[in-house]
Nanobody
Framework: QVQLVESGGGLVQPGESLRLSCAAS????????MGWYRQAPGREREWVAT???????YYADSVKGRFTISRDNAKSTVYLQMNSLTPEDTAVYYC????????WGQGTQVTVSS
């Protein structure tokens, strides 16, 4: 079983940056692919980015070139660096992994507004 705890959300203005963190429990973190998803009000949850256990990363077209996913296996933590934020990035952001089931954190709110 894996527990995920996100942090780092907040209120920022358009064009600013935020870095989200997701701390995972357990000793198998380094072998897990980790993902970030987001859900805006009234919309379905959507995939944002994934990083594999080997460090390969993949992004949704909507965030490519602005967001960067990374991981620190020593800290069992995955990050999402978000630059050039726009109001369309406003959402609750969740981290996720799948191992014998799908695990989600509680989410962290990101609000981009002037």
């Amino acid at each position: 079983q894996v527990q995920l705890v996100e942090s780092g959300g907040g209120l920022v203005q358009p064009g600013e940056s935020l870095r989200l963190s997701c701390a995972a429990s357990g000793s198998i973190f380094s072998s897990l692919a980790m993902g970030w998803y987001r859900q805006a009000p009234g919309r379905e949850r959507e995939w944002v980015a994934t990083i594999t256990s080997g460090g390969r990363h993949y992004y949704a077209d909507s965030v490519k070139g602005r967001f960067t996913i990374s991981r620190d296996n020593a800290k069992s933590t995955v990050y999402l660096q978000m630059n050039s934020l726009t109001p369309e990035d406003t959402a609750v952001y969740y981290c996720n992994t799948n191992i014998g089931g799908s695990y989600w954190g509680q989410g962290t709110q990101v609000t981009v507004s002037s």
